[in-house]
């Protein structure tokens, strides 16, 4: 539900920041510099973006702990580690989108240009970078290895209860490996569609940091977002049809009013 909630602002974001470029607004002033570096920067829908990639992780690693160390995770893992690490998610993204997008944004001649000011070239090399390396690599580095050691656990755990009898402590121990397997699958599906979608993003936005002009975005950028954001846009769907605790909560969530002849 958080993730959910995460992709449901950063898809909010998106709206009001097209929406508010459709309008051509004169910037002129404080006001004018202020909506360029919230809004019309996309410093806001960045923060979501990030925030999404380090939650999607954190729940890589909520699966391999409960999945490859059960004990372990039963015994150590409290809830209040998982609310500090949704914390956490917030707190490095917006860390990183403030910090950087405030001071690179400013306004000429009523046109806003969004992390476009650099002191120098390589302080903006090295931003692509340390953001390729901690929203890119490191996420899929523990994607990969994560749900590599997940399946291993799941076909060596199937394999010990296919070596014992059927009885019902088996049945149930097989339903919880089937829910296990199908979470599984599905984070897989999810963290794939990521590393695909979000890939032809980072090219442009190299081609870009390596651009003499940065002021200008490549006219593929905005396709290469639409491809990004639309996965985030679908993510909610995938968790709905595939997790049944994720379908109960937002069924839930609709107010049904029930009417009596």
């Given at each position: 539900?958080?993730?959910?909630?995460?992709?449901?602002?950063?898809?909010?974001?998106?709206?009001?920041?097209?929406?508010?470029?459709?309008?051509?607004?004169?910037?002129?002033?404080?006001?004018?510099?202020?909506?360029?570096?919230?809004?019309?920067?996309?410093?806001?829908?960045?923060?979501?973006?990030?925030?999404?990639?380090?939650?999607?992780?954190?729940?890589?690693?909520?699966?391999?702990?409960?999945?490859?160390?059960?004990?372990w995770s039963k015994n150590k893992l409290r809830s209040w580690m998982?609310?500090?690490?949704?914390?956490?998610?917030?707190?490095?993204?917006?860390?990183?989108?403030?910090?950087?997008?405030?001071?690179?944004?400013?306004?000429?001649?009523?046109?806003?240009?969004?992390?476009?000011?650099?002191?120098?070239?390589?302080?903006?090399?090295?931003?692509?970078?340390?953001?390729?390396?901690?929203?890119?690599?490191?996420?899929?580095?523990?994607?990969?290895?994560?749900?590599?050691?997940?399946?291993?656990?799941?076909?060596?755990?199937?394999?010990?209860?296919?070596?014992?009898?059927?009885?019902?402590?088996?049945?149930?121990?097989?339903?919880?490996?089937?829910?296990?397997?199908?979470?599984?699958?599905?984070?897989?599906?999810?963290?794939?569609?990521?590393?695909?979608?979000?890939?032809?993003?980072?090219?442009?936005?190299?081609?870009?940091?390596?651009?003499?002009?940065?002021?200008?975005?490549?006219?593929?950028?905005?396709?290469?977002?639409?491809?990004?954001?639309?996965?985030?846009?679908?993510?909610?769907?995938?968790?709905?049809?595939?997790?049944?605790?994720?379908?109960?909560?937002?069924?839930?969530?609709?107010?049904?009013?029930?009417?009596?002849?």
């Open positions: 539900m958080h993730q959910n909630a995460i992709e449901l602002y950063t898809s909010f974001c998106m709206i009001v920041i097209y929406i508010t470029r459709l309008c051509n607004i004169h910037l002129t002033g404080s006001v004018g510099y202020w909506l360029c570096a919230v809004i019309l920067s996309e410093c806001l829908s960045w923060c979501g973006t990030h925030a999404s990639a380090v939650n999607l992780a954190i729940i890589t690693v909520e699966r391999y702990l409960k999945v490859v160390y059960p004990a998982i609310y500090s690490a949704m914390a956490v998610a917030w707190m490095v993204s917006l860390i990183d989108s403030i910090a950087v997008g405030f001071p690179t944004s400013g306004v000429i001649d009523g046109v806003c240009y969004g992390y476009a000011f650099w002191k120098n070239q390589t302080g903006k090399v090295i931003f692509f970078i340390w953001n390729f390396l901690s929203f890119y690599v490191i996420i899929l580095f523990i994607f990969v290895f994560c749900y590599w050691r997940i399946l291993l656990a799941i076909r060596r755990q199937a394999r010990v209860m296919a070596n014992h009898a059927a009885s019902a402590s088996n049945a149930a121990q097989n339903q919880y490996n089937q829910i296990q397997s199908n979470v599984t699958k599905t984070m897989i599906y999810i963290s794939t569609c990521y590393a695909i979608s979000w890939l032809p993003t980072y090219i442009d936005y190299m081609i870009f940091t390596l651009h003499p002009n940065p002021t200008v975005y490549s006219i593929a950028y905005y396709g290469f977002i639409l491809l990004a954001y639309s996965y985030m846009c679908t993510n909610p769907f995938i968790y709905a049809t595939k997790l049944n605790p994720v379908r109960k909560v937002l069924l839930h969530l609709i107010l049904c009013k029930k009417t009596t002849d």
